[in-house]
């Protein structure tokens, strides 16, 4: 218990609030924001991975349950990714583990966080793209059942499930835009309900193999649940006050700088393609609208496709984790 009453507690706390309201505004997964959060803050890189897929467990089967509810998810589509992410998801805390001692598992761990977190941020970008094309190409939703590509969608499963089982990052991002272009006339209910759905083993294995080769620090694990909790609640809310495509963009330039210091780039650099992407790309989001015959700059986001859950009710369009 002492522990817990700790600076270090308070700030997991703190920032896993924070990290919350951001997952509420924008459905992106903490995976890619949390666990370099975390490492910033002192946590040992393999803990980081191991209680924030623990945590990250018990937030998805929140949100996948509303969605089983709804009847949304489409079942034979999560249940050939989680044939393929569940094996390898599980093996990534041991693939940790055999890397070598600590210090080697460190080094690792930062240098895979760091390319997961610039890959991370390169497929929101083409998800954001992908659902601009979708709204303004004057798609309409189709009610039937896609054909099932199996191939396909157990390997995207299967490399999804190695990502996250590595370093905890990049689920959301990479299975939602492998099944959008796998499967564009997937309505975006049916495609959000089922990534959380698949979500949920996939993390859960995930954590079980950090957990056995890790263990849990009680300390990190319970300020991030009582931090992520509450504060996914009121991103949610806030969600229909707040200009989406600005935070979206946002989020891509802070996932890439943060890969970027992962890797170990020079501060120096890292401020300048800080500055550069700050300055430059709402500019070359704006050319990207106006090719598609909307105005450059406009405060309402096309990122909500037609028939998703968007912000009036409360619910964001799908997780990146």
């Known amino acids: ?123 929101y970008a083409l998800r954001m793209y992908l659902q601009l094309r979708h709204v303004t190409g004057g798609n309409t939703l189709s009610e039937e059942q896609p054909r099932v590509r199996a191939v396909p969608t157990l390997l995207v499963g299967a490399i999804g499930g190695l990502l996250v089982g590595i370093t905890s990052v990049g689920s959301g991002s990479l299975i939602m835009v492998a099944l959008l272009l796998i499967y564009p006339t997937l309505s975006a209910v049916r495609l959000v309900g089922t990534d959380l759905v698949q979500a949920v083993p996939l993390v859960l294995a995930a954590a079980v193999g950090h957990v056995v080769t890790q263990g849990v620090t009680w300390e990190v694990l319970i300020p991030l649940v009582l931090g992520g909790t509450p504060g996914t609640f009121l991103g949610a809310r806030m969600a229909a006050w707040v200009t989406q495509s600005v935070i979206r963009r946002g989020i891509v330039i802070v996932l890439s700088l943060t890969g970027l210091t992962m890797l170990g780039a020079p501060p120096a650099w890292v401020g300048i393609i800080g500055a550069g992407m700050l300055l430059l790309g709402p500019l070359a989001w704006g050319f990207v609208r106006t090719r598609h015959g909307l105005t450059a700059f406009d405060n309402d986001s096309t990122a909500w496709r037609v028939g998703s859950p968007g912000p009036a009710d409360g619910h964001t369009s799908a997780p990146e984790d």
């Open 1 to 123: 218990m002492d522990d817990l009453l700790t600076l270090s507690a308070l700030a997991v706390l703190v920032v896993s609030f924070g990290v919350g309201i951001v997952v509420g505004l924008t459905g992106m997964g903490g995976g890619a924001l949390m666990t370099p959060a975390l490492i910033f803050l002192g946590v040992p890189s393999t803990a980081a991975v191991a209680n924030d897929l623990v945590a990250a467990s018990i937030n998805k089967s929140v949100g996948a349950s509303v969605h089983w509810r709804r009847g949304s998810p489409d079942l034979r589509l999560a249940g050939l990714l989680v044939a393929g992410s569940v094996p390898f998801a599980f093996a990534g805390g041991f693939i940790v583990k055999s890397v070598g001692a600590a210090a080697e598992q460190e080094e690792f761990l930062k240098t895979a966080i760091g390319c997961a977190l610039l890959f991370t941020a390169a497929t």
